[in-house]
Every structure is written in C-alpha cells, then in structure tokens.
C-alpha cells in the first residue's frame, strides 16, 4: 500500500500541475513533504513502537493513511495536497517504521528471513503496480482515484490487523523517549533531506550549505550527547552494534547506486528511437520484478543456510551487473540492457533479505522498532542521495543541445560507472568483514602486547 502510493503519486504528478495549473516545480512539493516527513520522523516512530507495542502502532498508521489519502482526494489546490501528503506520511511512516519489527516479532527464528523477504516482495510490488496503474486510474477516473485505492487498501488492511495481530501493551522495560534527542535527529534528517531538495539551486548555494551544515552540527551534538550518557534511548545504541552498523551501510550503499541507475535509464531509453514509452516500462519494471521473485526464496535459503553467504552473493551480483551496464553503454543490442537489469534486480533480491536478517535478528527485543525504522530510514536516504547524485552528474557534464538525452550522452555513462563504484564499496566492505571474521575463528590475535594470550 505504501509503495503503491509512492510510486504512483510520482508518475502522475504532471497530471497533477496541470489539473490545479502549477508549473512542476510546486508539484515536487506533493512529493517532497512526503519524503521529508519520512525521514525526519522513522526514528521517531520505530522508538514509538518499542514504547507503545509495534502492533498498536502498525494499525495506528493504517488508520492515518486512510485519513491522509481521504484528505489528499478532496484537496482544493496544490496547497492542500502538499500539506495532506504530510497526513499520508505520518501514516506511512508509523507503517514503514514497525512492520519489519512485527514480523521479527510473530515470527519463528527459523522462517525471518523468509518473512522480511516477502515484506521485500510487497514493497517491490507495490513499485511495480504504482506506475502500471496510476496512468489507467488517473485517465478514467482522475487523479483523485490514486488516493481512493489507497483508502480501500488501507481499511482492508486495517480490518484484517484489527481481527489478525496479536496487541501487544506497553514495554515495561522502555521508560520514555528522549524528546531533545529525537527533535536533534529530525532536524538532521530533515535539513538533509531539504539540501537535496534544494540541489537544483547549486551545491555550492548558500542554502545548501546551510542546510547541510545545520545536519552535520546536529549529528555532532547527538554523538557527543550520547558520549556522556550512552544507551539513553536505543537511537545510538543499535548503530553501536558493528554487525548492523556495517548491514546498514551496505544497503544505503546499494541503494544509492540502485536509484543513481533508477534516474538515468528513463533517458538512456529514450534515446533509442526504437522504442516506444510502452516498450521503455516494461523493460524498467524488469528489475523490480526480479526483486519480487527472488526475494523470497532468498529468504528461504537464508534461514536454511545462513545469512552471510547470501549477502554477499547479492552485492557480488549486483556489482557485476552494474559493471555489465556500464560496459554495454551504448551498445544497440537492448538485450544487454535488460540482462544488466535483471542482474540488479536478482543481486537486490539475494541481498535484502540476510541484510535485514543480519539487522533485525541482531537487534535487542526493546530496539526492534528503531531497527526497522533505519532499514526504512536506509532505503529513503540513498533513495534520496542516489537521485541526487543522478541529476547532479546529468546537470553539470551533459548538454542536451549537443548530445541529447539518449544512449549517446556521456552524463549517463559517467550515473552508470558512479553506481558501480558505490556498489564496490559494499563489496569492500564485505571483504574486510570476511577477513575479520577468518581472524576470529582461527583465534589468531590482531595485536599482542605483554603477555596477552593468542
């Protein structure tokens, strides 16, 4: 439901400009409010969760997004829309924030991969049926009908948690919140999420700058806060745990070459006069559907065989094929291209589910929701940064006037061997945990002083 939502709001947001006459620069805001309520508030609502119980949370946002999407049906203006989308957020984010820590919860140890693999798969189909239904929903009945699905979609859900999900009270060993640090971490996250918004004003513009600079002093503060008192609220301590830190790195990483490739194959499409919009979406929903497929069974072998394996084959795989890409670069074969994409698709598919595994079987019970909410947190941020870095690199080395915006653009090489290079970085990382790991079990030491023992 959620990534329905998403993913459809986006492809009719032209729909959208033009139906209140707004240029699509104010129609960004409808998207924009949204992220921005996300990621600013994820954290928030995963400690909510450890607090108040995952269930009584998870039912909580169903309700908001069918109040959200209620209200973004009647808008009257742009205005409206945008704000409501702040509602819809709210909601998707309460939902985001505690679905993985509710499967961890209700299920066996020995089927978890298994679960946060179809959780992959909904949240895949979800990006998949966005765009596929937005158009014909949005031309037969307006583009209010997006938001009337959402509302079936969430009070079917609702009813079914309501009568279906164990409640779960209040933690008794959760004591409250840490208001200071929970509005630094929002501020943070929201001044970032603003300075990528604002990109289009120059990297180097002032309120960039600003923004970018009001995000890392608020870190700042967060880290030394947490110096002096450590474990106050979980936010610090789950990332303190190096095997979720190191799992959190590798998939925002993924997912920032993953989006970087998402922005630019639209255009290096299009450039191919063969193709028609119609052929150009199927082949994008290739890797999406990969995803889907594989997430599951993925997930099955992980519980059977453990994770570390199957998270490293996923980056492997997902390395070589955006190697692949870059190489076949304006090759006039479009089978090539599809293989690469098929390839990410897979390596995302054999990737996620051990990655999450990794994350939420290693996260203590009362840290759960703050656990689900960074994997939601994770894949909003290098959503957010693999698009920046996408259009950064087709604004600055590209001239439509002189190369257009097809296969024959060196901008869109230069997105195609970037997300390569970010992909590596989760590889290397990979082998520094492998080399760590092979320390451990020989009980060979890294250092001996005095009269340690090996």
Known sequence: ?????????????????????????????????????????????????????????????????????????????????????????????????????????????????????????????????????????????????????????????????????????????????????????????????LAFHSGRLGWQSLSVISLLGTAFLAIIVIVLKNRINVGSNGYITVLVNPKIALAIVMATFSYIALYSINFAMPFYLSGRQSLNSAIIGLILSVRPAATAIIAPLSGKLTDRFGSYFFNTLGILILLLAFILLALVFGQPETGWTILSLAGIGAGMGIFLPPNHNIIMSTALPTERGVASAILSLSRNLGMLIGVGIGSSFFSIKSDRHVYGVGSSNPALHSVFLISAWIASISVFIIAIQGIVNFIKKRKMPLFVSGDSKA
């Not at 409501?84 to 978890?112: C, D, E, Q, W, Y």
């Not at 992959?120 to 997006?146: E, K, R």
């Not at 009813?159 to 999900?165: D, T």
């Open 1 to 193: 439901m959620t990534s329905f939502e998403s993913s459809a709001v986006v492809s009719i947001l032209p729909r959208i400009g033009d139906a209140f006459h707004g240029n699509i620069y104010v129609a960004k805001w409808v998207v924009t409010l949204h992220a921005l309520t996300m990621c600013t508030l994820l954290l928030a609502a995963g400690r909510l969760g450890d607090l108040f119980g995952h269930c009584r949370l998870y039912l909580m946002g169903l309700a908001m997004s069918f109040m959200g999407a209620f209200m973004c049906s009647i808008a009257a203006s742009i205005g409206e829309l945008a704000f409501f989308r702040i509602v819809s957020g709210i909601g998707a984010v309460l939902v985001f924030a505690n679905a993985a820590a509710l499967l961890t919860k209700l299920s066996a140890s020995t089927m978890r991969g298994y679960m946060l693999g179809l959780l992959s798969t909904a949240a895949y189909l979800g990006l998949i049926l966005g765009p596929a239904m937005s158009g014909f929903l949005s031309s037969s009945f307006g583009w209010q009908a997006i938001f009337i699905a959402v509302m079936v979609l969430a009070a079917i859900a609702f009813v079914l948690g309501l009568y279906n999900l164990p409640n779960d009270g209040r933690s008794n060993t959760i004591k409250n919140v840490n208001i200071l640090e929970t509005l630094l971490i929002a501020l943070a996250l929201g001044a970032f999420v």
